[in-house]
């Protein structure tokens, strides 16, 4: 059961956020009061012995939970023999074995060579650069609502909050977007019965590419098979196997941004490969190494053919994180967690959905595997953003005892960690509830 505190923050944790305040930078936008002590699994504790469950698994990225003994010895056994040996400049094994493995896994016919990063965004830069490098073309094209990191290249794709932009332009020149295939939210007319990926795709050929730029000026496109940080939003059906073929037919590169959706969180090692698509370029991180810092570029190899000297990293594919990585991999292999990912989402689903038949303010709930999405109306007909009802629902939960994160206008996103028991999903998913009826009674 959890811990239900007397009141949040405790004194430790205070002491600690005032002394974050005086010397953190104010850019960082803290969710509510908490202070991590330690975490095993799918539970955390702060640093005043409160437990909570965590749904965000440090916003999806510890994907085999907290500290799991593997990924921890692998950790150990590397730091024993070192811990760095720039990947860029030197050889060593747990680099070659990594790509090795992301060959094994990949979503593509073709083989692929891979790019190590220390971050998403480092990896989203190395993306673009690789798709000027491979067309020699100068265009691309990115999407409202997405998110792909705060460096300035990945910066003039993300399109998720102004907040993220405000006073950091001119981004990169280049970069058109255009809506997501977000059928719950369209923001193109469609045509009752279509398909409104094809609204959407319309768009980017009768408008996009008849009136601002020609496809065979674009070097890529930049999608999120699943939108993240935009609202946990799922493309319509007919969207990418149609957006695969204008990308083959004007050989623009196809560019799945997999950082958030990727290495097994939808129940496929890859979200594209559920839509039955091949892309041309993945970006990965997050999950990829349990916790360590470690993005990596995947190309099919006839598309990464740049020369020695054209890309590198001091730290990418730090021996720390390749070990890491692989170690997820091979707990994500030997415990079966891409099922369990599918059983536990499926599971949840279903309750979340029976859920939006008792709550008025459930607007939708959408998701694949542990990448769930539940978005909050005010008014279900008339789909009434309600931003600062679902932060209520996030504050209350906390207190509560677990760990949600809201994404998009007025979503809140479940990105728990593959192997969460459905026992604690369950929890989880009981706590949600007392705070959405808290909050509701409120409004
Ligand atoms: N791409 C996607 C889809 C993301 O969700 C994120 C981070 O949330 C990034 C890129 C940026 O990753 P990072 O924060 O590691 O730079």
Redesign the pocket.
Known sequence: MATVPMILPGQLAQSWIKRDHAHLSPSYSRAYPFVMDRGAGSEVWDVDGNRFIDMNAG??VTSTGHSHPDVVQAIKDQVDRFLHMSGTDFYFDKMVLLAEKLNDIRPTKEEVYTFFTN??????EVAIKLARHHTGRQHFIGFLG??????MG?LSFTASKAIYRKNFGPTMPGVLHIPYPNAYRPTLHSLPGEDYGDAVLDYLEHVIFAQMVSPNEVAGILI?PIQ??GGYVLPTPNFFPRLRELCTKHGIMLIA?????GMGRTGKWWAIENFGVEPDII?S??GIASGMPL?AVIARKSVMNWRPGQQGSTFGGNPLSCAAGLATIDVIEREGLLQHTLDVGDYAMDVLNEMMQRHPTIGDVRGKGLMIGVEFVLDKAKKTVAHDHAENIVAKAFEKGALFLSCGKSSIRMSPALNISRHLMDEALAIFEDAITEAEAEL
């Open positions: 916003i999806a971050s998403g965004a480092e990896a989203v997405g998110f792909h990191g705060r460096t990945a999120e993240g940080e941004d997999e950082v958030q959706s970006t991180a997050k993005g």
